[in-house]
């Protein structure tokens, strides 16, 4: 006997509550369940986590929003990876590229051969075998034209930079277009029953709404979910110092590159996010090492172009919600947990709370065992992108300031040092059905950290080494004379996809 859910209400109009209104909206198409946001307008959303990751695209698909009219309506750019500077040594950079890195070989990772290579004396720089990595050190761009029979075009991957102020008007639009229907107003009081069930929300206009589900989309506080339900929230600064961040807007200088960029700086690192009409930029940094005033002078120091605002001081805690997912309230945005912005992995975990969400939607009884089994997939989500942010601090060999020295010898999990280990044995990384950074972004990381493996796979020696060496150089080749015939990055998203003057 079916028990459904009549209706879901989100609590919060930052990037989270709005994009779980337009995914919700497009995922219970056709199901009656009536879907209501809350959007104050006396709270401010915190209007930065403008760098995503590909799986954007995907929440567009699955949405059904058309890309293009997406960046022009957020002033978006394209982003192909992330330039680290500064992080193994000063002076040192290396780039983490969406898509593939090299093709596999006869069934041999790609990491493999190319190791193989390097031993034999014929060196390349791994990045040359990434498509994106190319690109983005050309300033070049296209769309992956669909069905491309081209295996350097099938590599490739990309994510956006948008406005996260004009995200979450994009996606009101989209979502009350679907019917989801949204009530201006802040709310007061959140009323718990006796088991521990969110019963109603008493807002400040006086009235009171019940619902049979909350969705806590209200940020850093959660108000829901740790102010109402007490859930609590496990740490993770004893892995991640870092607990501040400022951020500021500038006018740009030039086009913008198709890259994020994260330095490394005394006691933290510094972004640089390129939109089509301005770029943010941002200091994350440990405050036990670094005072606000000190970080703020870091921070003016390291933009290019005119302050457009103000330096804004954004304290946080790293870690995550003991339970995102507890009896009728779904926390989802800053309400679920926090790591620092490093790989872009926020929104992105906006996303997979959203998508494990709905595979796994409840009825009115609430079974504990499917929100357990939500939680626990969800755990791991966060664990992965815990590890791979710790992977970008504790292989620095950087000892400089006090903040560097204590990366030498951090703590590290041992899900993270199983890995490490593996990795420096036989250039082996277990990967996981569900996980999201891929071999190649490990590989990524690690050989810009200078962190190699004592060995190759002993099955590489069945290779012909000048022939191994001549395939790798051909595909090198076939990178950079498909990337040199692609339009500039500025000159592509001016012809196909310029932001509409809504700024
Ligand atoms: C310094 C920093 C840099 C970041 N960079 C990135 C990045 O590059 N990439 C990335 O993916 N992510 C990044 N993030 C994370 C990203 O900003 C967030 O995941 C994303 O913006 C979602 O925020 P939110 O909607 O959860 O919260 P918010 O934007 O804070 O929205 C909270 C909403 O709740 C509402 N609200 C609060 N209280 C009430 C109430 N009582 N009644 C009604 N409504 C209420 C507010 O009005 C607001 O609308 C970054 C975060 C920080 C702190």
Redesign the pocket.
Known sequence: MQNNLNSICI???????WMAASLLSSSLQGTGIKITV???P???????????VPSILEFLRVCRINLKEFVQATSASFKLGIRFEDWLKPGEHYFHPFGRVGQDLHGFEFYQAWLKTCADGHASRWVDHSPCAIMAENHRFMLRPPQDQNWVLRNTGHALHFD?VLV?RYLREFSLSRGVERIE????KVVVDERQFISALELNNDTTITNDFFVD?????G?LIAGALNVGYEEWTHYLPCNR?I?VQTSNTGEPPPY?TATAREAGWT?K?PLQHRTGN?Y?FSGDHCSDDKAIDTLLKAVDGELLIEPRV?P?TTGRRKKIWHNNCLS????SG?LE?LE?????L?YKILLRFISHFPDQDFDPQVEQAFNQKINLDYQEVRDFIILHYCTTKRDDTEFWRWCQNMPIPDSLNEKIHLFRERGELEHSYGQFFSQDSWCSILEGMNVRPKKYHPLMDGFDSQGLAKTLQENVQDIYSTVMQMPKHGDYIRQHCAAKKVL
């Open positions: 609590v919060g109009g930052g990037t989270a509550g809350i959007e104050s006396d709270i401010a959303i915190i209007g930065v986590g403008e760098s995503t996260a979450a107003a802040t709310v007061d989309c209200t940020g850093f506080k108000l961040a951020a994020t972004w996010i941002g994350v954004i946080f989802v945005g800053l309400a926090f912005p872009s992995t926020a929104i992105h906006v």
